[in-house]
T-cell receptor, first 112, second 113 residues
Framework: GESVGLHLPTLSVQEGDNSIINCAYS??????FIWYKQESGKGPQFIID?????DKRQGQRVTVLLNKTVKHLSLQIAATQPGDSAVYFC???????????FGRGTSLIVHP | DAGVIQSPRHEVTEMGQEVTLRCKPI?????LFWYRQTMMRGLELLIY????????DSGMPEDRFSAKMPNASFSTLKIQPSEPRDSAVYFC???????????FGQGTRLTVV
């Protein structure tokens, strides 16, 4: 079961630094992974995805790394900006399933 | 595309009242999800529809919760009677299918007093 009343892990960085947000996923059968960004008062917004046949994928200022051996996913944000401040969620999907399962999220705070 | 549209954005109601949340998915998406988000539990899947048919409702907390999808462009989540512990942000999301990401609406913040 999950922790009760937990506080989100928080990562604080300075503007311009690179940020790395980590996620441990639970299902070794998952083959599709997604990172979402949720700003205050808004719904989660798609950032980048990766399939299990890849170990790295790059977008604009973001890179997702997948390590299937240890069931670990990371999101790297280059030159972090104050607008990147948000809660970041990883989600996993198992092949054949339509339903993404979300992690608990990490709060990223970017200081100007 | 306007994205997933939810209404209302905010709802305050008294305990015992019926609450109906509405969702318009993105046109062409055949999967629709209702999630609930709280600080205690994070994002919880309540129910999932595929091609307007409820596929998995194991996340629906209890019989007070019901969801419908009468057509491909509209879904409702109803709570009757509502209780203070139902207070949360409810999100609707839609996707094109198995290998696609889900797009979320802005959510409905429900407060039951």
């Amino acid at each position: 079961g999950e922790s009760v009343g937990l506080h989100l892990p928080t990562l604080s960085v300075q503007e311009g630094d690179n940020s790395i947000i980590n996620c441990a996923y639970s299902n070794s059968a998952s083959d599709y992974f997604i990172w979402y960004k949720q700003e205050s008062g808004k719904g989660p917004q798609f950032i980048i995805d990766i399939r299990s046949n890849m170990d790295k994928r790059q977008g604009q200022r973001v890179t997702v790394l997948l390590n299937k051996t240890v069931k670990h996913l990371s999101l790297q944000i280059a030159a972090t900006q104050p607008g990147d401040s948000a809660v970041y969620f990883c989600a996993e999907k198992q092949g054949g399933s339509y339903i993404p399962t979300f992690g608990r999220g990490t709060s990223l705070i970017v200081h100007p | 595309d306007a994205g997933v549209i939810q209404s209302p954005r905010h709802e305050v109601t008294e305990m015992g009242q019926e609450v109906t949340l509405r969702c318009k998915p993105i046109s062409g998406h055949n999967s629709l999800f209702w999630y609930r988000q709280t600080m205690m539990r994070g994002l919880e899947l309540l129910i999932y529809f595929n091609n307007n048919v409820p596929i998995d409702d194991s996340g629906m907390p209890e019989d007070r919760f019901s969801a419908k999808m009468p057509n491909a462009s509209f879904s409702t989540l109803k709570i009757q009677p509502s209780e203070p512990r139902d207070s949360a942000v409810y999100f609707c999301a839609s996707s094109r299918g198995q290998g696609s990401e889900a797009f979320f609406g802005q959510g409905t913040r429900l407060t039951v007093v």
